[in-house]
């Protein structure tokens, strides 16, 4: 278990599925990739972890895995201890899409 407590909403829990029906070897990077880069290095910059939050968003962040997928998350300070939700997984193409929509 990392520092940081994730938690998956509904919507990225469908994503993942979908995800593990067309591509279930990807399926594995992803969740080591979330678990790594925001359970235990959610406020550290290391190469590994490309991480931005989003522009013109107050609590809004993607995390790329290897240009393949992109995960959205928000961080909560549920009584100061840093929690992370993840709200979608999706492919690049379509993240970068939906980036000026996203409103979590």
Known sequence: MGRYKIEYTEVADRHLNTIKRRDGDYLSKIIDKIDFCLGEHLFGHIQQCD????????????????????????????????????HMVMDYKAAHKKYSHIDL
């Open 51 to 86: 991480k931005k939050k989003l522009k013109g968003k107050k609590n809004t962040y993607r995390l790329h895995v290897q240009r393949k997928y992109t995960v959205f998350y928000t961080i909560s300070d549920v009584e100061q201890n840093k929690s992370v939700v993840v």
